[in-house]
């Protein structure tokens, strides 16, 4: 057996003595270390009693199903008068502007008048009827006569009187008189009519021009004054400077350029939500009226029209907004914008596994459609989770 060195030997009874003083202090025992625990919130877990007070603000529900639309653009645009909806006036006949009797910005009811004309082409087409009129009463005096000769011809034919070219001369002249009568009848309608176009009595020679609203709508532009004279329409009149222009503005069109990549998410006939910057905090609804046929090859975008109701007139040309269009819905797990978290830089949901306990669970969340948002990944439906008050345990 070797021997022990005095240094071990000190160690030795040093180490005796410590746990002698330890032992002897009036019987007490030293405590043991328990195995270690990890707390409920690092193990994931996070409980809250139920008879608690933050318990009773916390609100838990499933996972719900939706239909939301997989895709959505959303497009600048402005707002433009509906080109169905406008009539630029023309001047009927040529003449001489005697009186305007509206002015720029006015409401005009459909056949209110607008403006009187002085024109010599009103007493042309006077003229001209009396004439029709004149020429239609020759005409039917020269075919009663006609049907007369030919009635006499044929009677005296049957006796054997006169030769039988004479009742075909008669026959022939009889043709001659019931087409001119016909044309005549033909004329006179026409010279009429435009008397009625005109609003002319037949009777009367110097008579104004009255020009009147071809529409319901707002006065855009006044183009012309008393005194001016403007020239009829014709191939060779510049008719690009009406009269007056009047717009109906009671439905208004909305022009966006929707990006080529997301002109399938736009189908005519189908709603589309509209945001105006004058109105920050509405949305208005319209509906696709029509799709350019042509791509913009400068920007890469597609013109798309959607029509708006603008009964309470608030809507004007011109205004900037953008419009927003969805693809087709499908069924898919959404959570309220409410339920989730930031922690991180991650989303968070808090899922619930028994009464007054929850889970920390990261969720991929598409794009949010209004206070909603798809699950893609993290629950699904079934899950319970907090709706309300999740942010009471964002800390803990």
Same mark, same amino acid.
């Given at each position: ?47 809250? #009693? ?317 794009? #949010? ?28």
């Amino acid at each position: 057996m070797k021997a022990v060195s005095p240094l071990v030997g000190a160690l030795v009874l040093l180490a005796g003595a410590v746990l002698g003083t330890a032992c002897g202090r009036g019987g007490e025992t030293a405590p043991v270390a328990a195995p270690s625990q990890v707390p409920a919130d690092r193990a994931g877990l996070i409980v809250v #009693p139920p008879d608690s007070p933050q318990f009773k603000q916390l609100r838990v529900a499933p996972v719900s199903v939706a239909e939301l639309p997989t895709d959505e653009v959303t497009a600048p645009g402005r707002v433009i008068i509906d080109p169905n909806r406008i009539s630029r006036v023309l001047p009927p006949v040529g003449g001489r502007i005697l009186k305007v009797m509206v002015r720029f910005g006015d409401q005009v009811e459909q056949g209110q008048e607008l403006l009187t004309m002085d024109s010599a082409d009103g007493d042309a087409a006077v003229s001209a009827y009396l004439q029709a009129v004149s020429t239609e009463r020759q005409t039917k005096a020269a075919l009663e006569k006609a049907e007369a000769d030919f009635s006499r011809t044929s009677d005296l034919y049957e006796h054997k009187a006169v030769a039988e070219k004479d009742v075909l001369q008669a026959k022939n002249d009889l043709a001659t008189s019931k087409s001119s009568y016909e044309i005549a009848q033909a004329v006179r309608e026409q010279t009429r009519r435009k008397l009625q176009l005109l609003e002319l009595d037949p009777n009367q020679f110097h008579q104004p021009i009255l020009v009147r609203a071809p529409i319901t709508g707002r006065v855009l532009d006044v183009n012309v004054a008393p005194g001016e004279y403007r020239a009829a329409i014709s191939f060779h009149t510049d008719t690009t400077a009406p009269l007056l222009s009047i717009a109906d503005l009671s439905t208004v069109w909305f022009a966006a350029e929707v990006p080529e990549a997301s002109i399938r998410l736009v189908r005519a006939g189908e709603p589309v939500s509209i945001t105006l910057i004058a109105f920050p905090d509405e949305v208005f609804m319209g509906r696709v009226t029509r799709i350019a046929d042509v791509l913009d090859p400068q920007t890469r975008t597609v013109k798309v029209y959607a029509e708006l109701p603008n009964t309470a007139g608030r809507l004007r040309p011109d205004m900037f907004g953008s419009l927003r269009a969805s693809g087709r819905p499908v069924r898919q797990a959404v959570l309220p914008l409410s339920a989730v978290v930031e922690e991180y830089g991650k989303r968070t949901v808090f899922r619930e596994r028994a009464p007054g306990q929850f889970e920390r669970r990261e969720v991929t969340l598409g794009p #949010p459609r209004g206070d909603l948002a798809p699950v893609q990944q993290g629950v699904g439906p079934g899950d319970r989770v907090i709706v309300d008050g999740a942010m009471l345990l964002k800390d803990r």
